[in-house]
């Protein structure tokens, strides 16, 4: 007897023609013909005792009624196995890829598992965030000669106090000048530029850490809807900026700065139904397995006058301080800054991964970085130097 196609196996399957799509355990998305499935629904059918209550039950129901249990009972098991290919990563084997402290640790399987269940247990979804600026032009003030300050010389800083004094601000040096773009959800933008061409401008601009220098009155900046204004006052944190120069408490230890720094961004429900004391240690040593400073846990974060972990295992932490943020939008000042080659394109690929999952934008300004750094991302601009 052809098979019967009833509204009930509509609902536990989307039909094309004459294959029934599912997902296998394996996550990839497999299809059977009809005859396939109708010949798993007659097995299914003699175990059918379990669904209907009983053999006496069964007795007075017609062969298409006990079809639709089987139908639905077998979609229930796809939907089960398409589920379950996602595990909860705070409770995950030790040798289990979602495992920070397992040999077979990876990052990106870790971000799908845990977009997941942040998905499922979350009312709403991840904020994400793009920009768009047109004619932004910054300026400063400054002399026109600068000159180291000794004994002979520092007379003359008194005449620089007295014009301060005075409200001369000194000579307008323009930093950038008609600058326009736009930059969507999810997308990497690399910022190319000698020293001194305004990449740190630029950054600092985007993300609101305008002290120092001015932004012209007829610059347009706005975060999908909401100003450059707004945005700094009132969401404050979902714009950070992260600056060349790392700046830690020197005498905690690394694992204490960056359980502060997941503690104090953990979101209001969290995901997983764990505390936010679990969450906020497996997300530290999430981050520390993937920037390689598991080892650095107990040791002291230091500092020039302070004993601690070395200049490149600082600027991970620096890095991973600012990945437990979990801001949408990350701008990263020359980042990579005594990394070796290795580091620095394993983080540009942490960042495309963040972007990829979650969306997060990300705005990354590079000097000498590798080609491969280069690559991953999704758009670049060029600074002139003015």
């Not at 097995?43 to 017609?62: E, F, K, T, V």
């Not at 620089?160 to 933008?189: P, R």
């Not at 006052?233 to 005498?251: L, M, N, Q």
Request: charged share 20%; aromatic share 8%; net charge negative.
């Amino acid at each position: 007897m052809p098979l019967t196609i009833t509204q009930r196996e509509r609902a536990a399957s989307d039909l094309t023609g004459n294959r029934y799509p599912y997902v296998a355990k394996d996550g990839r998305p497999q299809t059977e013909d009809s005859s396939d499935l109708e010949a798993k629904i007659s097995a299914d059918s003699d175990d059918s005792s379990s669904i209907l209550g009983g053999p006496n039950n069964r007795q007075g129901l017609d062969e298409h009624q006990l079809r639709d249990d089987a139908v639905l009972k077998l979609a229930r098991t796809y939907t089960g196995d398409a589920g379950s290919q996602y595990q909860n990563p705070f409770s995950a084997d030790d040798n289990s890829n979602l495992n920070p402290r397992s040999p077979n640790f990876s990052g990106k399987e870790w971000a799908r598992a845990m977009y997941n269940i942040s998905i499922q247990d979350s009312d709403p979804s991840p904020a994400t965030v793009g920009v768009a600026f047109q004619n932004l032009s910054v300026h400063g003030y400054g002399n026109a000669t600068a000159f180291q300050v000794n004994v002979g010389n520092i007379w003359l800083k008194v005449f620089s106090a007295v014009s301060s004094l005075l409200g001369k601000k000194g000579d307008q040096v323009q930093i950038l000048q008609d600058f326009e773009g736009l930059l969507n959800k999810g997308e990497m933008l690399c910022v190319l530029g000698p020293p001194g061409s305004g990449c740190s401008t630029f950054l600092k601009t985007i993300a609101g850490e305008t002290h120092g220098f001015y932004v012209d009155s007829q610059s347009y900046i706005n975060f999908k809807g909401i100003s450059s204004k707004e945005m700094a006052s009132k969401f404050r944190g979902e714009v950070i900026y992260t600056a060349e120069i790392d700046s830690h408490i020197p005498t905690l230890s690394v694992g204490d700065t960056l359980y502060f720094a997941a503690l104090a961004r953990a979101p209001q429900k969290i995901p997983g139904g764990v505390s936010k004391k679990v969450y906020a240690e497996h997300l530290r040593s999430v981050v520390m397995a993937m920037f390689g400073i598991s080892h650095t846990i107990n040791t002291r974060v230091g500092d020039n006058f302070v004993r601690g972990v070395s200049g490149g295992e600082r600027k991970r932490v620096s890095i991973a301080e600012a990945v437990l943020s979990n801001a949408p939008m990350q701008c990263w000042d020359n980042s990579t800054r005594g990394l070796d080659s290795a580091n620095a394109i394993e983080f540009c690929k942490t960042l495309r991964t963040q972007a990829e999952v979650f969306g997060t934008t990300s705005c990354v300004a590079l000097y000498q970085a590798p080609q491969q750094a280069y690559d991953v991302s999704s758009e670049a601009t060029m600074q002139p130097d003015y």
